[in-house]
């Protein structure tokens, strides 16, 4: 098994440009999420999964777009990238609200 | 709301201390809360949950729902120790909230 895998490790936009970090698992988990990091700030949930076709807003998901087609891809998506959006993006999933959250590489994402 | 508090960024030990890494949780219903954890260069990665009641590479964190706190215990702190270490608490909504973070330094 791969486990949870992202892509792209690294990616530098303009302010104004879009783009969508994936994120799959193949675990056949149904909960995924997304979070960012940030010094001082540790990790903040941007959006989150129970199941494919059900998606819901965590802590900080402004400026981010979410869906869930399929049980195994959970891509997060930028519209218009701003400096504030620069941080260190995570992808997560667990088989229940009380398993283990398993977690992607991480995508480093810089915003110019 | 839903709310974990790590009130140290940065927690400096020598080896062989005591270490005690401090969380405290806000939220309305029975909590279940959870240590992970990250290593340099490495993902992050569950330590310890509160419902399974285990020592994971030393470490013990007890459910103090009175104090509403979920500190993380180790007797013995060792270099290999050394990361950064998160608090979580999740909800029966499926969401996963973590708190800051801190930084455990274990020095030789």
């Known amino acids: 098994n791969a486990g949870v895998t992202q892509t792209p490790k690294f990616q530098v936009l303009k302010t104004g440009q879009s783009m969508t970090l994936q994120c799959a698992q193949d675990?056949?988990?149904?909960?995924m999420s997304w979070y960012r990091q940030d010094p001082g700030m540790g990790l903040r949930l941007i959006h989150y999964?129970?199941?494919?076709?059900?998606?819901d807003q965590g802590e900080v998901p402004n400026g981010y777009n979410v869906s869930r087609s399929t049980t195994e891809d959970f891509p997060l998506r930028l519209l218009s990238a701003a400096p504030s959006q620069t941080s260190v993006y995570f992808c997560?999933?667990?088989?229940?609200?009380?398993?283990?959250?398993?977690f992607g590489p991480g995508t480093r994402l810089t915003v110019t | 709301a839903q709310r974990v508090t790590q009130p140290e960024k940065l927690l400096s030990v020598f080896k062989g201390a005591p270490v005690e890494l401090k969380c405290n949780y806000s939220?309305?219903?029975?909590?279940?809360l959870f240590w992970y954890v990250q290593y340099s260069r490495q993902r992050l990665q569950l330590l310890l949950r509160?419902?399974s009641r285990e020592s994971i590479k030393g470490f013990t964190a007890d459910l103090n729902k009175g104090e509403t706190s979920f500190h993380l215990k180790k007797p013995f702190a060792q270099e290999e120790d050394s990361a950064m270490y998160y608090c979580?608490?999740?909800?029966?909504?499926?969401?996963?909230?973590f708190g800051q973070g801190t930084t455990l330094q274990v020095k030789p």
């Open positions: 675990m056949n988990h149904e909960y």
């Open positions: 999964s129970v199941g494919a076709g059900i998606t």
């Open positions: 979580a608490l999740s909800s029966n909504t499926g969401k996963l909230i």
């Open positions: 997560a999933s667990s088989s229940g609200n009380l398993g283990e959250q398993y």
């Open positions: 939220y309305s219903g029975s909590p279940e």
């Open positions: 509160h419902i």
